[in-house]
């Protein structure tokens, strides 16, 4: 059984910044095939998007829209990958799914958690 918890979201005043926390609780065998850590978006109305994404030897990589201004990272220890973003659009507004993909191709999400960029 694999559980992600996302957490962080809220809404945030343009040019504001925002840390998403994804938490994985898994057995040790899943946690250590665990391959691939990404954050993805959906706004309203349009498909789901790969923000950002990094893997097993922190090798990194982000949307050209949020290149310079997001930051993925992943804390081994906690069995945790956090998104940091900064200097936030309204653009940036979307219910944002972490998922955690395996070596064997298996992937989980987490719930989703609400981020919205509004003065």
């Known amino acids: 059984q694999v559980q992600l918890v996302e957490s962080g979201g809220g809404l945030v005043q343009p040019g504001g910044s925002l840390r998403l926390s994804c938490a994985a609780s898994?057995?040790?065998?899943?946690?250590?095939?665990?391959?691939?850590y990404r954050w993805y978006r959906q706004a309203p109305g349009k498909q789901r998007e790969l923000v950002a994404s990094?893997?097993?030897?922190?090798?990194?990589n982000y949307a050209d829209s949020v290149k310079g201004r997001f930051t993925i990272s992943r804390d081994r220890a906690k069995n945790t990958v956090y998104l940091q973003m900064n200097n936030l659009k309204p653009e940036d507004t979307a219910v944002y799914y972490c998922n955690i993909q395996t070596r064997f191709g298996v992937d989980y999400w987490g719930q989703g958690t609400q981020v919205t960029v509004s003065s």
């Open positions: 990094i893997n097993s030897i922190g090798s990194t």
């Open positions: 898994a057995s040790i065998f899943i946690i250590n095939t665990m391959d691939w």
